[in-house]
């Protein structure tokens, strides 16, 4: 399940994986976080201020499990340049629309 909500008053968008409950929030970028169950499944991701944003960069970890992969996995496809990244001190960053794209 892919869900897209755009709520145009706040500027933000939220994209939900699943039913559920959010009962923590972890900022994964600037202005994006991705929301959490009780058990650690990702519900949703949440990228806020869309106006001011060029592209949003998300975490190896939020992307693996947007993709239910192993982070190891999205590491490999990064070393081998199936996917954009960029390093950010010892942490990659993998645009979200790239991985919105292999979702979907």
Known sequence: ???IDFDKSADAV???FRSGKVSRDHQVAENVFAGFNKKGELIELQVLDLAESDEVWITVEAAAKILGKNERTLLRWIHSGKIQSKKIGREYRIPLDQ???MAS
């Open 99 to 101: 991985i919105q794209e």
């Open 1 to 3: 399940m892919l869900k």
């Open 14 to 16: 939220t994209l939900v």
